[in-house]
């Protein structure tokens, strides 16, 4: 429970000082993935007569890949924050902001939460709860590869092990919240999106710029804690 509070107050803290730096980028990701989000629904809104399956399927379709892009665009988010992360907690300037878009390493960082976002979307498929414990258990696997310089697999090799012992803290850390915000920031961006197409996007890029950024900042946090030994006690 320790551990846990030191994560949440460490992130407050990085995520106010940080502002300038975070908001940006995640108008940046998070506007691509909410673009994507509000294209599949005007899919399914504009599907017309059909039959009650093929909608059932195609609002299926919907929350899977929707839920799949806002998850993949927290992840990479997590893991271009971590430079940020580790400068702040170690008592250094942050890196300008051009260096860290130099340094990440986007094609092993996209793998990784392409195999996080499959490996979570299968198990959902299946009984639900395999997804979420996929979620859970791999969640710190693009914080991981940016920290350590990790290749795909064994980044997610590494988050499974350093989660798999503290799987309530992993609950509390990595699955409540990414939940929380995704339910939170999908109910207010519907309330927006009957506005229409365009204040719908703004509305949904402005929630997850915050919320889903707050919680890609929670699994930073909780690696750079379990990454050191005494952090992590």
Avoid: C
Avoid at 76 to 104: H, K
Avoid at 165 to 186: N, Q, W
């Amino acid at each position: 429970m320790r551990l846990v509070l030191r994560v949440f107050q460490d992130a407050a803290r990085v995520f106010v000082r940080n502002l300038g730096r975070i908001i940006p980028l995640g108008l940046v990701v998070f506007g691509v993935s909410t673009l994507v989000q509000e294209v599949l629904n005007e899919w399914v809104n504009h599907l017309g007569p059909t039959s009650p399956a093929r909608l059932l399927a195609a609002i299926g379709v919907t929350l899977l890949l929707g839920g799949g892009t806002a998850t993949f665009a927290m992840l990479i988010f997590a893991g271009l924050l971590d430079y940020t992360v580790e400068t702040e907690m170690d008592g250094r300037p942050a890196p300008p902001i051009t260096d860290v878009l130099r340094r990440v390493p986007y094609l092993r960082l996209a793998a990784t939460d392409l195999m996080v976002v499959a490996l979570t979307l299968a198990g959902l498929l299946l009984l639900v709860i395999p997804g979420l414990i996929a979620a859970t258990l791999f969640g710190l696997a693009p914080p991981m590869l940016v920290a350590e310089d990790l290749g795909p697999l064994a980044a997610m090799r590494r988050s499974f092990e350093l989660l798999r012992p503290r799987f309530g803290t992993a609950l509390a850390v990595v699955l409540v919240p990414e939940l929380a915000a995704i339910t939170i920031s999908g109910a207010l961006h519907d309330l927006a999106g009957r506005l229409g197409f365009w204040p719908g996007v703004l509305a949904g890029v402005l929630l997850e710029a915050t919320l889903l950024a707050f919680v890609a900042l929670l699994l930073n946090l909780l690696a750079h804690h379990l990454r050191d030994p005494i952090l992590s006690e």
